[in-house]
Structure formats: structure tokens, C-alpha cells
């Protein structure tokens, strides 16, 4: 059967809700996205020619505040990946508390084949496309995979030149220039690493091997904290072109380093330093595996082989729903994504609303603040898990499936 991730959110949902007894007439709601736009992107490339490209933004949920979710580019975006990403939003939201629901845009381009000034009209072009959905009040962007602060801060441009004024709350994770937030390209990560830390403490891990999928800021920010603040090993850490692994530990200064430089791990080289595949990498040995590329990497068959005892999600959709089962009959904890990897969005929050109050936070802080929400938010999915005796993906879907039911019901269904 082909890998539908709409599908897969809605087979969740649905076992969350039959857990906690929730009716389906209270969240049938949250099976169906509220608009879903689809758009043709036409643009002139540098070769003069015209090409069409496809783009989508979804809203899944507004129930608790304006939507708010990434734009991705890649050649895989499709409807019902962008939906599921949309809906994972809006329980990432749901889950560490903050006044949104959940969109999330898409074109499916591979934006390595485009140069910068074609990248440039692709994203005003695609801005332009969804200007009726979007807007501070109604719906923010931010980046995802193939996306950065120089998309949003061009997004953000072109609202404001539709508008006639800037208008900064638009898009989340701009340039500090354009009113980013300091700490916001870090905050993806740094949320993985305070999720680490609590999973260490928990377990009193002392020291541990750690194996990260994916290089791109999400992975590369993770495993750079992870080796900086906490003091453990990254084992193995891979992108597009493979990985690279070593027992004793990567020097994670001279892999960032050549990252900088290179873009690809594919010809790094270094002493005690071997070249993996990106399915070896998921299955090496380590304690901690923080898969932090696409979804769907985890499958039943890498779950029965993997030898971490603890996951932690740093990509959205990383593991299949079958490789979940398989997971927990091995007792392998999962730190699902919609929790692990919420301090982007936490952090988008923030920027947001000092960009609504111009009024701009010291870098300092807006890590405490992060560090606050992701504390409450994990505590809040541990004691469910405990409650209900279930995993801490159900947990999480839990615990946000109750704060969004109850908003439905104290707002109503309109027109009654
Ligand atoms: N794309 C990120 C995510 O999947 C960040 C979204 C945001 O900051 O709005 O959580």
C-alpha cells in the first residue's frame, strides 16, 4: 500500500482519542483540514524558458489561534504529505501550549536545481499565490526542509509591498535584519537537546552514544549541542550522500566545519572515520537515535534491527506506524516529533509576538523561555503516558487531542 502520512496521522488520532474515550463527534473535525490550496507557480528561468511549478498551503486547524506551520521545498512534496504536516502542526502547538493551530505549505521543486534569483521568484511567486490565506492574524509560515530565513525574509517582502507596509508577523525564522528572533535557527535543535537532557535524567544517563539522520539545520544544531552542552559522543551523523560514523565519537567542530565548506559529508575523511549509508546509520550501534531528515525512514523492518534504546524525533514523521508497534514490543522509547521537535514552533512564537509588539527579547531570554515550554510540555506528555499506560506518541496525541476538544466545545460549531 503507498505510505499516505494524511492517513497515518488519522490512524493515531484515532486510537489517542479511543484511549482517552473521546467521541469521534468531538474530533471528526480534526480528521478534515479547514482549506487546502492548491497553486501553479509559473516563473522564467535564467535559460529564458517558462516552467510550472506546483505549490500547496493547507490550514488544517484554526480551533486555537491563527495556523501556523513551515514551507517545504522538495521534489516529494505532494497534497497528502503537506495535510499531515499541516495536522502534525497543530498538535505541536496543541502540545507545548502555544495560541495557534496548524498550516503548512509546500512546492514541490528541488531547490538545489534552481539558482538564487530563480529561488527568489519562486518563493514571490508562491507568496503572491497564497496571499489570501495567510497574514499575521490568519496564517504564519516559517521554514521547513529546503526553505531558510532568506525565504521568509522575501516572503515577508512581498506581503508587505502587497500591503503597502511592512508587516513583519507574517513569517517566522526571518533574518535577525527583517525582525527574526536571535536564538530561532538554533531553536529546533536546541529543543532536541533539552528533550535529551530530560530523557537523560530520566534515566540516568551519564554518558551516551548518539547517531543523527540528516545534517541540515535541524540535525546539524541538534548534534552540536548535544556534544557541547550535554558531553555525548555523536557516534555517526549523515545528509543526501551518506554518513559518516566513528565508535569513539565525531569531532563535531571539524565535521561542522566542513559542512560549512563542502555542503556534503561525502568526502569527509578523518581518522577512526568510516562512510555509512543512511539505513546503516539508523540501524549502527548507539544509545540514542534522533532521526532528523524526512518521514517515513523508520519502517518495521530497520525497527527490528535498530540497536538505540531511545529515539528521539527530530524530523516530522520520521517512523511508519507499523515500525511504532515494533518499537514499543522492544521497549524502545520514541520521543515523537510533535513533542521532540516543537522548540522550532516555540520559538516562531516568540518572534512573532515581539514582531506584534516591537519590542525585541535578548537571546538569553528567549532560551530560557524556550527551556520553560519544552520542560511543561514533556512533563505534561510523561504524566499522560503514565495515566493512560500507553506510549509517549499516544501521549502526546492525548494531551493534545484534550486541549483541542475542549476548545471546540467552548467555542461552538458555527452556525448552529
Ligand atoms: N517547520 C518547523 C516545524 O515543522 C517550524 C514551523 C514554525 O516555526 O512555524 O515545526
Given at each position: 500500500?503507498?505510505y499516505n502520512p494524511f492517513l497515518n496521522f488519522?490512524?493515531v488520532l484515532d486510537e489517542a482519542a479511543a484511549?482517552?474515550?473521546?467521541?469521534?463527534?468531538?474530533?471528526?473535525?480534526?480528521?478534515?483540514?479547514?482549506?487546502?490550496?492548491?497553486?501553479?507557480?509559473?516563473?522564467?528561468?535564467?535559460?529564458?524558458?517558462?516552467?510550472?511549478?506546483?505549490?500547496?498551503?493547507?490550514?488544517?486547524?484554526?480551533?486555537?489561534?491563527?495556523?501556523?506551520?513551515?514551507?517545504?521545498?522538495?521534489?516529494?512534496?505532494?497534497?497528502?504529505?503537506?495535510?499531515?504536516?499541516?495536522?502534525?502542526?497543530?498538535?505541536?502547538?496543541?502540545?507545548?501550549?502555544?495560541?495557534?493551530?496548524?498550516?503548512?505549505?509546500?512546492?514541490?521543486?528541488?531547490?538545489?536545481?534552481?539558482?538564487?534569483?530563480?529561488?527568489?521568484?519562486?518563493?514571490?511567486?508562491?507568496?503572491?499565490?497564497?496571499?489570501?490565506?495567510?497574514?499575521?492574524?490568519?496564517?504564519?509560515?516559517?521554514?521547513?526542509?529546503?526553505?531558510?530565513?532568506?525565504?521568509?525574509?522575501?516572503?515577508?517582502?512581498?506581503?508587505?509591498?502587497?500591503?503597502?507596509?511592512?508587516?513583519?508577523?507574517?513569517?517566522?525564522?526571518?533574518?535577525?535584519?527583517?525582525?527574526?528572533?536571535?536564538?530561532?535557527?538554533?531553536?529546533?535543535?536546541?529543543?532536541?537537546?533539552?528533550?535529551?537532557?530530560?530523557?537523560?535524567?530520566?534515566?540516568?544517563?551519564?554518558?551516551?552514544?548518539?547517531?543523527?539522520?540528516?545534517?541540515?539545520?535541524?540535525?546539524?544544531?541538534?548534534?552540536?549541542?548535544?556534544?557541547?552542552?550535554?558531553?555525548?559522543?555523536?557516534?555517526?551523523?549523515?545528509?543526501?550522500?551518506?554518513?559518516?560514523?566513528?565508535?569513539?565519537?565525531?569531532?563535531?567542530?571539524?565535521?561542522?566545519?566542513?559542512?560549512?565548506?563542502?555542503?556534503?559529508?561525502?568526502?569527509?575523511?578523518?581518522?577512526?572515520?568510516k562512510h555509512i549509508t543512511n539505513e546503516e546509520?539508523?540501524?549502527?550501534?548507539?544509545?540514542?537515535?534522533?532521526?532528523?531528515?524526512?518521514?517515513?525512514?523508520?519502517?518495521?523492518?530497520?525497527?527490528?534491527?535498530?540497536?538505540?534504546?531511545?529515539?528521539?524525533?527530530?524530523?516530522?514523521?520520521?517512523?511508519?506506524?507499523?515500525?511504532?508497534?515494533?518499537?514499543?514490543?522492544?521497549?524502545?522509547?520514541?520521543?515523537?516529533?510533535?513533542?521532540?521537535?516543537?522548540?522550532?514552533?516555540?520559538?516562531?512564537?516568540?518572534?512573532?509576538?515581539?514582531?506584534?509588539?516591537?519590542?525585541?527579547?535578548?537571546?538569553?531570554?528567549?532560551?530560557?523561555?524556550?527551556?520553560?515550554?519544552?520542560?511543561?510540555?514533556?512533563?505534561?506528555?510523561?504524566?499522560?503516558?503514565?495515566?493512560?499506560?500507553?506510549?509517549?506518541?499516544?501521549?502526546?496525541?492525548?494531551?493534545?487531542?484534550?486541549?483541542?476538544?475542549?476548545?471546540?466545545?467552548?467555542?461552538?460549531?458555527?452556525?448552529?
Open positions: 500500500m503507498e488519522c490512524k484511549t482517552a474515550k473521546i467521541a469521534p463527534e468531538d474530533y471528526e473535525v480534526l480528521k478534515h483540514p479547514e482549506r487546502e490550496l492548491k497553486v501553479a507557480l509559473p516563473i522564467i528561468r535564467d535559460n529564458g524558458k517558462l516552467e510550472v511549478f506546483e505549490g500547496y498551503r493547507v490550514q488544517h486547524s484554526s480551533l486555537r489561534g491563527p495556523c501556523k506551520g513551515g514551507i517545504r521545498f522538495h521534489q516529494d512534496v505532494n497534497v497528502d504529505e503537506v495535510k499531515a504536516l499541516a495536522a502534525w502542526m497543530t498538535f505541536k502547538c496543541a502540545i507545548v501550549n502555544i495560541p495557534y493551530g496548524g498550516g503548512k505549505g509546500g512546492v514541490k521543486v528541488d531547490p538545489h536545481t534552481l539558482s538564487e534569483s530563480e529561488l527568489e521568484k519562486l518563493t514571490r511567486r508562491y507568496t503572491a499565490a497564497i496571499l489570501p490565506l495567510i497574514g499575521p492574524q490568519q496564517d504564519i509560515p516559517a521554514p521547513d526542509v529546503g526553505t531558510n530565513a532568506q525565504s521568509m525574509d522575501w516572503l515577508m517582502d512581498t506581503y508587505s509591498m502587497m500591503r503597502g507596509y511592512a508587516v513583519p508577523g507574517v513569517a517566522t525564522g526571518k533574518d535577525i535584519e527583517v525582525g527574526g528572533s536571535l536564538g530561532r535557527t538554533e531553536a529546533t535543535g536546541r529543543g532536541i537537546m533539552t528533550v535529551t537532557r530530560l530523557v537523560a535524567e530520566k534515566h540516568g544517563i551519564k554518558k551516551a552514544r548518539v547517531a543523527v539522520q540528516g545534517a541540515g539545520n535541524v540535525g546539524s544544531i541538534s548534534a552540536k549541542l548535544i556534544a557541547k552542552n550535554l558531553g555525548f559522543d555523536i557516534v555517526a551523523i549523515s545528509d543526501v550522500s551518506g554518513g559518516i560514523y566513528n565508535a569513539d565519537g565525531l569531532d563535531m567542530n571539524s565535521v561542522g566545519a566542513f559542512l560549512a565548506k563542502k555542503g556534503l559529508l561525502k568526502d569527509y575523511s578523518a581518522q577512526g572515520v546509520l539508523l540501524m549502527c550501534e548507539c544509545d540514542i537515535l534522533i532521526p532528523a531528515a524526512l518521514e517515513n525512514q523508520i519502517t518495521a523492518g530497520i525497527a527490528e534491527k535498530l540497536k538505540a534504546s531511545i529515539i528521539i524525533e527530530a524530523a516530522n514523521g520520521p517512523t511508519s506506524v507499523e515500525a511504532d508497534a515494533v518499537l514499543a514490543s522492544r521497549n524502545i522509547d520514541v520521543y515523537p516529533d510533535i513533542l521532540s521537535n516543537a522548540g522550532g514552533v516555540v520559538v516562531s512564537y516568540f518572534e512573532w509576538a515581539q514582531n506584534l509588539q516591537s519590542l525585541y527579547w535578548e537571546e538569553a531570554d528567549v532560551n530560557r523561555m524556550l527551556d520553560k515550554v519544552m520542560v511543561r510540555a514533556f512533563g505534561d506528555v510523561e504524566k499522560t503516558a503514565e495515566e493512560y499506560g500507553v506510549t509517549l506518541r499516544l501521549a502526546a496525541y492525548i494531551t493534545a487531542l484534550k486541549r483541542l476538544t475542549r476548545a471546540a466545545k467552548l467555542r461552538g460549531i458555527f452556525p448552529r
